[in-house]
């Protein structure tokens, strides 16, 4: 089975020497504003198969729920596929 595309992303972020604090992350976050939460690469403290944890410990977010994975310069290198409506 092939590694998820958003854990390759985060995976070379977080492990190819990059700072890992350059990079924004969003989610969706029932309750917030607009529904999304975003935060810092370096706010996530592992990854797993197909979700990351938080530095909180606590907090674990699947990758289903990211939205997009922006660069230090805004550039989008990854972002959720939306679902054509019928």
């Known amino acids: 089975m ?12 977080m492990r190819g020497g990059s700072d890992a604090s350059q990079f924004e992350l969003a989610y969706i ?5 607009d529904d999304q939460m975003v935060i ?6 592992s990854l ?3 979700s990351f944890l938080l530095r909180d410990g606590e907090t674990q ?3 289903h ?6 660069d230090s310069r805004k550039n989008l290198l990854w972002r959720k596929r939306l ?4």
């Not at 810092?40 to 403290?45: M, R, T």
């Not at 729920?65 to 922006?70: G, W």
Request: cysteine-free.
């Open 65 to 70: 729920r990211v939205l997009y994975v922006l």
């Open 83 to 86: 679902r054509e409506a019928t």
């Open 2 to 13: 092939r590694e998820h595309p958003l854990r390759a992303i985060l995976s070379r972020i």
């Open 29 to 33: 976050h029932r309750g917030t504003v």
């Open 61 to 63: 977010i699947p990758f």
């Open 48 to 50: 797993g198969k197909g």
């Open 40 to 45: 810092k690469v370096s706010d996530i403290a």
